[in-house]
């Protein structure tokens, strides 16, 4: 059958338009820069946080290592079958550097498939551009480097555990801290130093959690090759402007709800909710992951400059019930001290992963727990305008709201959401603010989900 010209033309853009449609959809694929994974279910939860780093031969490589993790996780879990106390829970976060012409990763996962505690897995990739290979810690130092760096280490290493009150025991140490590939295959350098990290049972116990050192430059003349030494490093914390409150008189006739965040920041989602946070006097609560902190510093300190509220999410966004009190500690102090290394102050809120918590978890963290009322699953939902509708359906006067803003359909939904309720006499602030305007005075029994006026 022969096909009339306006059947070519058609059958022509027809096929264009698909043409089209492929090279978009692997564009917008090969553009995603973070992936951001969560599962819910009777038997687990999992969780899988990390960044790309835009060299494919990286990225490949970690997606490899992340679904291998994923793979035998889920194959314990079917083996064991039904749960006995608490659900299995698998967490990986990465922690991408990038320093000269270096761009390290450091993959963790921590898989609970029943036990005492995690198991934890470590590994990290260093890779050199300019020369196109991966690093092991031996090709930064110069001939015979390591000699010198060894008591540098140890002497670090003693200096970590008199700050942390930790005793370090002197055979584990130097069985840990002699040379071969498995004991120093996590490191990396930033602008500040050299960063080796241990984690537990290789130089201190599980308890004691990861111990990470950093032995600054100026240190490492005569050990470190040339190439890769910063001779104008600065360690000195840049000074925070601390934010300017707002006028919050203003909202005392109006409705008040409290948007709040987990699990950021994230360059480009968490900038982009506050690029459209000002189109409502909107202000907001972060709950930070600290293993996220570093590699997002500047749009945390924005969105703090901008007067929004900092709170804690956990370091890893373990479940607190299936740890012990120091490692409970950890994930709450290393979170607290990595954000104020950027911002200047200290969390006081704590949204403790999973919202589980209990008075020993209260006890130990010394903060104020809040979680919420209004759950948008918004992870599972991944439609801004089903998003907005949840928000809009269960919205009320002295609401909290669970939201994520590493996800862009989060962030959007809840724009959307906050252009429909300006419109019913809400105001959007923080957990701060919410607390001035209700005349509560938070204290470190209670978990709050809300502040209705009359009751919590």
Known sequence: MK??????????????????????????????????????????????DYDKTGIGKIDDRIADIV???????????????????????????????SYKNIKSVHIISYAYTGGAHYTREDISLVYDEKDNKYLNFLDILVADGFNSLLPIIKKSLLEYSNLNNIVLNEEWVNDGTKYSDENYQNFYLDENGLVIVFPPYQVASWADGEIKIEISYDKLKGILKEEYLNNDSNTSIDTIIKPGSRDILQFKDKKLIAFTFDDGPNNSTTSRLL??????????TFFVLGSRVNNNKEVLKRAYEEGNQIGSHTYNHLNLFLLNDEEILSEVNDTNAVVEDVIGIRPTLLRPPYGNVNDNIKLLSNMHIINWDVDTEDWKLKNRYLIRDKILEDAHDGAIVLLHDIYRESVEGALLAMAELEKQNYAFVTIEEMVQLRGVTLDYDTTYYNFIKGGN
Do not use: C, P
């Not at 096909?3 to 033309?9: E, P, Q, R, V």
């Not at 006995?84 to 991408?96: D, F, M, Q």
């Not at 690029?275 to 907001?284: M, S």
């Open 3 to 48: 096909l009339t010209k306006i059947g070519k033309i058609v059958v022509s853009l027809v096929f264009v338009a698909v043409v089209l449609g492929i090279i978009l959809i692997w564009r917008s694929r090969s553009n995603i820069r973070s992936i951001h994974k969560m599962e819910s279910n009777e038997f687990y939860d999992l969780k899988i």
């Open 275 to 284: 690029d459209g946070l000002d189109d409502y006097n909107a202000k907001v």
């Open 67 to 97: 679904r291998e993790r994923q793979d035998n996780f889920i194959a314990i879990v079917e083996k064991s079958g039904s749960v006995a106390t608490s659900k299995y829970n698998l967490v990986i976060n990465g922690t991408n550097v």
